[in-house]
């Protein structure tokens, strides 16, 4: 079974809109992290969002916040304000801890995002 | 600070020739990864090292070996190259707490023909 689900494998959105990107979650580890990544066409991976499971508050940075709903397993990235540069794919992924005590981050299929002007 | 270096950027290997994907990280990350990056399938878990000397299989280890000699290094051996190997290679490094975000080499784009 999957353990990162991103249900879209594309989207679109106007410049200036916002937009959500899906990610749900599946483990039993009661200490894991959340993660967003941006692939853009070059190729490299930039680290977007983190949100821990312990935390209270959903994460925020600049333009990015990650919906955090625990208890649906979901992790959703919103995009607010769509720029043309936010064309790219975009990765959701998890860290767990291994039965032997290592940090392990699992990968969902991801999600190519297309902003169009 | 370089980061995570990779080499090569670019690799086209005949069936059943062997290669070495080179990882290098300057940042004293105990732990290295190398995941490999298939269309529509995202990042797939190869191998991973908690640190110099202990290395331990991921998701899709079938035709890879691994060595971690040395906290900076992490090199990703190909032996018998098969077509199912063409792949973009991506290895990584985080530090030793679990908010920290993986850091990632530029890719290996790796083709087998």
């Known amino acids: 079974a999957q353990k990162i689900t991103q249900t879209q494998p594309g989207m679109f959105v106007q410049e200036k809109e916002a937009v959500t990107l899906d990610c749900t979650y599946d483990t039993s580890d009661p200490s894991y992290g959340l993660f967003w990544y941006k692939q853009p066409s070059s190729g490299e991976m930039i680290f977007l969002i983190y949100?821990?499971?312990?935390?209270?508050q959903n994460a925020t940075e600049g333009r990015y916040s990650l919906n955090f709903q625990k208890a649906r397993k979901s992790a959703n990235l919103v995009i607010s304000a769509s720029q043309l540069g936010d064309s790219a794919m975009y990765f959701c992924a998890m860290r767990e801890v291994s039965s032997g005590g290592s940090y392990i981050p699992t990968f969902g299929r991801g999600t190519s995002l297309i902003v169009h002007p | 600070n370089a980061g995570v270096t990779q080499t090569p950027k670019f690799r086209i290997l005949k069936i059943g020739q062997s290669m070495t994907l080179q990882c290098a990280q300057d940042m004293n990350h105990n732990y290295m990864y190398w995941y490999r990056q298939d269309p529509g399938m995202g990042l797939k878990l190869i191998y991973y090292?908690?640190?110099?000397?202990?290395?331990d299989k991921g998701e899709v280890p079938n035709g890879y070996n691994v060595s971690r000699s040395t906290t900076e290094d992490f090199p990703l051996r190909l032996e018998l190259a098969a077509p199912s190997q063409t792949s973009v290679y991506f290895c990584a490094s985080i530090e030793g707490h679990g908010n920290s975000p993986l850091h990632f080499g530029n890719g290996t784009r790796l083709t087998v023909t």
């Open positions: 949100q821990g499971s312990y935390d209270q």
């Open positions: 090292s908690v640190g110099a000397g202990i290395t």
